[in-house]
């Protein structure tokens, strides 16, 4: 009868540990999360990127406009990695 008593003792321990775990972690009140002090990083504005959205915004008389085809070239050259070419001089009437 000895070992009967002493198992219940022990289960009736351990579950009044396990309910006051239990109860000690739905009461805790979890801190807030510490506010970032760094910056957000925000990549600096791109002239090109904001003629790009204008042109956009243009639709079909972007085509025509030579502001977006200017910014359209310099975004091809910029995606595939060439070094823009520099304009022409116009010549001097064929001297």
């Known amino acids: 009868m000895e070992g009967k008593v002493l198992a219940r003792i022990g289960a009736i321990v351990f579950v009044s540990i396990a309910i006051t775990a239990t109860v000690i972690e739905m009461t805790r009140e979890e801190a807030p999360a ?22 956009q915004q243009l639709g079909e008389a972007a085509a025509s406009d030579a502001d977006c085809l200017a910014a359209w070239a310099e975004n091809r050259d910029r995606f595939l990695g060439r070094t823009p070419t520099p304009a022409m001089p116009a010549s001097n009437g064929g001297r």
Request: charged share 15%.
């Open 34 to 55: 510490p506010a970032s002090t760094a910056p957000a990083l925000q990549p600096p504005t791109d002239p090109l990127r904001a003629t790009l959205r204008h042109c």
